[in-house]
């Protein structure tokens, strides 16, 4: 009931397209969902992060689609560049010290 | 902004050797993370620390232990070092839970000490 199920391992894209990561959770009472994104040779950054109480959050390009019901939540990429290839980590918390992060996708967007 | 440093980029030792590892934040957080990161498992976390002296185990304690004795630094300790620790190991800090911005728990992370334990 702890896991992250993250989705895919990998990610290949040319420029302008829209890549999708896709997460599952078990447990109903994780309330805290966020994204990191992870450049070579950097630690991981918070992107963007959601709460259950909505189904979607954009920021910039980038968009959390939330489905409670079937727990599932995915990253959207709108317009991808090449400097969005990076390594991208979702996770899930129902306390947001402790946080559950998915295995990472690497995501190459190619010119 | 918000600086996490982690004392080497790359180490390498020996089997059986005690390592340190050592993380320093600047921004007065009081929480403090060491996760490990493997290929295909993610960000695994190895303990948690929520104030001076004080600390919890994560999901893979085992082979790990930590200090901290100030506020702003905390080490992660391999009492006998072996081969199966040989990872990217990443510190955090982060503010403790609350406040009403979703951002407030963002855990910042330093950029990581490469170990290969021969």
């Known amino acids: 009931q702890q896991q992250v199920k993250q989705s895919p391992q990998s990610l290949i894209v040319q420029k302008g397209g829209i890549p999708i990561i896709n997460c599952a959770y078990e447990?109903?009472?994780?309330?805290?969902f966020p994204w990191y994104q992870q450049f070579p040779g950097k630690g991981p950054a918070l992107l963007i992060a959601?709460?259950?109480?909505?189904s979607e959050k954009k920021e910039g390009r980038f968009t959390i689609s939330f489905n409670k019901s079937a727990k599932q939540f995915s990253l959207h990429i709108m317009d991808s560049q090449p400097g969005d290839s990076a390594t991208y980590f979702c996770?899930?918390?129902?306390?947001?010290?402790?946080?559950?992060f998915g295995t990472g996708t690497r995501l190459q967007v190619f010119p | 902004d918000v600086k996490v440093t982690q004392s080497s980029r790359y180490l390498v030792k020996r089997t059986g050797e005690k390592v340190f590892l050592e993380c320093v934040q600047d921004m007065d957080h009081e929480n403090m993370f060491w996760y490990r990161q493997d290929p295909g498992l993610g960000l695994r976390l190895i303990y948690f620390s929520y104030d001076v002296k004080m600390k919890e185990k994560g999901d893979i304690p085992e082979g790990y232990s930590v200090s901290r004795e100030k506020k702003e630094r905390f080490s992660l300790i391999l009492e006998s070092a072996s081969t199966n620790q040989t990872s990217m190991y990443l510190c955090?800090?982060?503010?403790?839970?609350?406040?009403?911005?979703?951002?407030?728990?963002?855990?910042?992370f330093g950029p990581g000490t490469r170990l290969t334990v021969l």
């Open positions: 955090a800090s982060s503010l403790p839970y609350g406040g009403g911005s979703i951002s407030y728990n963002e855990q910042f």
């Open positions: 996770a899930a918390s129902k306390d947001p010290d402790k946080l559950i």
């Open positions: 959601i709460r259950p109480d909505v």
């Open positions: 447990n109903t009472a994780f309330d805290y």
